[in-house]
């Protein structure tokens, strides 16, 4: 879930089984909620190779830099700050804090002290063999505190199941009703099950350092693995299959 990749790009023909028919799913653009209040982006009709019956019920949802696959008809919010962003997408009359059915991403990067440190958190915790416990102490030791204050930003929840992708890329799923990682970016509570995605990325330079989620509580079995597919083989995977819609990708002052 590069940053990079999230910032600017989207699957059009997304990296799934082929299916031998390339559908047209709507754009909808999600209304930005940080200081800088940015209107909805436009975009064009995405080409996706689904099955005719599930791209009839999906469409994408676009923020100024994120963009998730979701069921048809719902409603989005964007939140595009400084040293972070999130997209959450959920069903009409809901919202962002709904406990029932909800996707969302979230990246948090840059060169902050505070985005380094989630992210060192996170690295420390989930992928240690990504990173020394000299290089957490230096941090801690920066920010005038204790190297278990910054790791403890990153709980590691006991009920939560994982699997590891990549050495730096993991799938969890946080049973209903238990704290996980799936509530560190949905927040609330759930009488329903969360599967996710967490990636971290530090770099030498500490700039560049972001930590990623995903994560999807949805009562639609048939979509659901078409959500996450495009989550995790696209944006995450397979960025050489992702390219910007040339309208999407315009400025933000292009957008108004």
């Known amino acids: 879930m590069k940053a990079s990749v999230l910032a600017s790009t989207i ?21 930005g909620q940080g200081m800088a209040g940015l209107p909805a982006p436009t975009g064009q009709p995405f080409t996706i190779d689904l099955p005719p019956a599930i791209a009839s019920k999906l469409a994408i949802y676009a923020g100024e830099h994120l963009a998730l696959l979701a069921p048809r008809g719902w409603e989005c919010s964007a939140n595009d700050g400084n040293d972070n962003m999130s ?6 009359g809901s919202s962002a804090a709904t406990a029932g059915p909800i ?10 002290e505070n985005s380094i440190n989630l992210t060192l958190a996170y ?13 957490v102490s230096a941090a801690a030791a920066e920010d005038g505190s204790a190297p278990s204050d910054i790791l403890n930003l990153a709980p590691r ?26 509530n560190e970016i949905l927040t609330t509570s759930s ?5 996710g995605l967490l990636e971290v990325e530090v770099s030498n330079v500490g700039d560049d350092d972001t930590v990623s989620v995903f994560a999807m509580r949805t009562i639609s079995p048939d979509l659901r693995k078409y959500i996450f597919g495009f989550e995790e083989n696209c944006a995450l995977y397979n960025s050489a299959a992702c390219t910007p819609n040339a309208q999407y990708a315009a400025p933000s002052d292009d957008n108004q």
């Open 11 to 31: 699957c059009v023909l997304v990296a799934l089984p082929s299916f031998g028919h390339a559908a047209k799913i709507p754009f909808v653009g999600c209304v």
């Open 191 to 195: 009488k329903l099950k969360t599967l």
């Open 123 to 135: 690295a420390a915790r989930y992928f240690p063999r990504s990173i020394s416990a000299n290089e």
């Open 87 to 92: 997209l959450f997408v959920y069903p009409s």
């Open 103 to 112: 996707i969302a991403t979230r990246v948090d990067g840059g060169g902050t």
């Open 157 to 182: 929840f006991k009920t939560d199941r994982i699997v590891y992708l990549t050495q730096s890329l993991l799938e969890f799923t946080t049973p209903a009703g238990n704290p996980g990682l799936g």
